[in-house]
């Protein structure tokens, strides 16, 4: 079984950083396809930024500019880079990430995606 665990978010003053950590642990054959969505009190969960499954990123217009995405493969993990944080900028983020699982000899596999518990942000005006 595969989980995603999020780490890193808290509070900060507008235009504030914070980086958000995601590790993928369990039996997992290959990542593809890894990023961040966000989800404000009342509204939609909506992507925030991504990797691709051929390595290019996707961002959301709002954080264009200010956030970046990273990866560090041997440790499985993802992270967001947030600069210059608004007040807008308050949800809980969340990982997400389409994972091929393997079994105890490593062979593929299942593949699904995943979501981690979330990490709540929160940005004083």
């Known amino acids: 079984q595969v989980q995603l665990v999020e780490s890193g978010g808290g509070l900060v003053q507008a235009g504030g950083s914070l980086r958000l950590s995601c590790v993928a642990s369990g039996t997992i054959f290959s990542i593809n396809a890894m990023g961040w969505y966000r989800q404000a009190p009342g509204k939609q969960r909506e992507l925030v930024a991504s990797?691709?499954?051929?390595?290019?990123?996707n961002y959301a217009d709002p954080v264009k500019g200010r956030f970046t995405i990273s990866r560090d493969n041997a440790k499985n993990t993802v992270y967001l880079q947030m600069n210059g944080l608004k007040p807008a900028g308050r949800a809980v983020y969340y990982c997400?990430?389409?994972?091929?699982?393997?079994?105890?000899?490593?062979?593929?596999?299942?593949?699904?995606?995943?979501w981690g518990q979330g990490t709540q942000v929160t940005v004083a005006s």
């Open positions: 990797f691709t499954s051929s390595g290019s990123t």
């Open positions: 997400n990430a389409d994972i091929k699982s393997s079994d105890v000899y490593g062979r593929c596999c299942t593949r699904r995606d995943y």
